[in-house]
């Protein structure tokens, strides 16, 4: 199983639909942001490590978009929510 699938498996498992995606900050989310960065890199990494620009960062590279080239924040957001749209099974 690649990353992408992997990622895909976890926002289904977590029960994260894609327009919750760019709501996981705070602390009532810690602990779903940790297990999407462990599905992700494979490594359990420590909830200091796993804040949401992280997550970002992440989801942003399994999915291939640039968010220095689309030239704005929310560009890239809407990117990365049409891609994981077309990517969670309906």
Known sequence: MNKKERTIQALKQ???R???????YGA???YL???LVWAITGEKQPIAKCGFL?????LY???GIDPNAC???AHAEKLL???ITSALPV
């Open 14 to 16: 977590l029960g994260i």
């Open 18 to 24: 894609p327009s919750q995606v760019f709501n996981l």
């Open 28 to 30: 009532q989310t810690k």
């Open 33 to 35: 942001r940790q297990n």
């Open 54 to 58: 992280r997550v970002r960062e992440l």
């Open 61 to 63: 590279g399994v999915f």
């Open 71 to 73: 030239g704005c924040t």
């Open 81 to 83: 929510e049409e891609a």
